[in-house]
């Protein structure tokens, strides 16, 4: 991405990623930090990424623009999830110098690391797509030990009979 990024180029990532990983009971892709490490990973170790990023961008908006008359980020979101699935597919009306497929494939990709990653690269802030499914980062020797949650969890007639009975 163009390191002076744009309004309309982040209006766009933003209106993108937040479709590909929409807010539920958890914050949606931008609100997690995903546009963040895009923007960070295209500055620095993807930079060769970044020229192919930015042409997607623009064509993703100049393709609403056509469809729809109007920028990408101000479609409903079911016209934004429409146009996205066609551009996944390939099935678009403007000029694209970037393969749509590859670009869509790229955008997923990234706003999936971006998302779900460990957050000291850049996204996944404040670990929230870790206590969405449940992981535990801690390291092995800080987690209670099975024969420990069995003490805790399990009936006493249902334990194995190697773990101790209170």
């Known amino acids: 991405m163009d390191r002076q ?55 993703l908006d100049a393709e609403a623009r056509t469809v729809a008359g109007c920028p990408f980020a ?7 999830d429409r146009l996205l699935a066609d551009v996944e597919h390939g099935v678009v009306f403007t ?23 460990d957050p000291g690269n850049g996204g996944n802030r404040e670990a929230v797509s870790w206590r969405m499914v449940g992981y535990d980062p801690r390291l092995p020797q800080e987690v209670p030990s099975w024969r420990e949650t069995q003490r805790e969890v399990v009936a006493p007639e249902m334990r194995s009979p190697d773990v101790p009975r209170q």
Do not use: K
């Open 5 to 59: 990024d744009s309004t309309s180029t982040l209006d766009t990532l933003r209106a993108a990623i937040d479709r590909i990983i929409p807010a539920d009971d958890f914050p949606g892709a931008w609100d997690a930090g995903a546009g963040d490490y895009i923007r960070r990973q295209l500055a620095g170790d993807l930079c060769h990424l970044a020229p192919l990023m930015d042409a997607g961008l623009a064509s």
């Open 74 to 80: 101000a479609l409903s979101p079911d016209g934004q």
């Open 95 to 117: 000029s694209w110098p970037i393969s749509p497929e590859e670009f869509f494939a790229m955008l997923v990709r990234l706003t999936a690391e971006g998302y779900y990653g």
